[in-house]
């Protein structure tokens, strides 16, 4: 079954702190992964996408790894900010049938707060 | 935001009556979708449309019937709401499939 799932659920940390969010995913034949940026009331914003060929891929203070071999991918966020509080959804894009077409599946998130 | 907006932004309603949820967008993309989100669960794809009148069912499209006459305008309708239909419905844009999709702001709609 595809599947994206998604720890911690929740996570608080100090203003400042570095953190790491988890992505394990069972989707096949695997295109790509994204991780969204999600603030609260808003819809989610892309924030890096990787291919199978890929491992890491920043965008400034976000950096994001990827193990297609273990189907694992994490999100870590250097030095926190309090904007940084919202959720961080991981999405995996997978190919379907013949005819160029693909499915994208949705990770529950996680939910981060950032404290002064 | 990639110039999509949805409307209305909050609706409360009663069981039973039909609503219709518009999404616009300004990019040309080819690419439409409707998604609901609820607590717990990841974004879940009801309909999406690949063209003018093309569109084709996601996991959760029991309940729920679109429309797409232009490019720039995607309806999603609920014929005869549910309380089970009680959510954040977002819509996306992308210009293909393998695209990043942009999102709307969202529509609370709660159905007592």
Known sequence: KNQVEQSPQSLIIL??????????????????LRWYKQDTGR?????TIMTFSENTKSN????????ADT???SLHITASQLSDSASYICVVSRSVGNTGGFKTIFGAGTRLFVKA | DAGITQSPR????????????RCHQT???????????????????IHYSYGVKDTDKGEVSDGYSVSRSKT?????TLESATSSQTSVYFCAISEGQQNEQFFGPGTRLTVL
Do not use: I
């Open chain 1, 15 to 32: 203003e400042g702190k570095n953190c790491t969010l988890q992505c394990n995913y069972t989707v096949s034949p695997f295109s790509n």
């Open chain 1, 60 to 67: 400034g203070r976000y950096t994001a790894t990827l193990d």
């Open chain 2, 27 to 45: 990019e040309n993309h080819r690419y439409m979708y409707w998604y609901r989100q609820d607590p717990g669960h990841g974004l879940r794809l």
């Open chain 1, 71 to 73: 189907k694992q991918s």
């Open chain 2, 10 to 21: 909050h609706k409360v309603t009663e069981t039973g009556t039909p609503v219709t949820l």
């Open chain 1, 43 to 47: 819809g989610p914003v892309s924030l």
């Open chain 2, 72 to 76: 720039e305008d995607f309806l999603l």
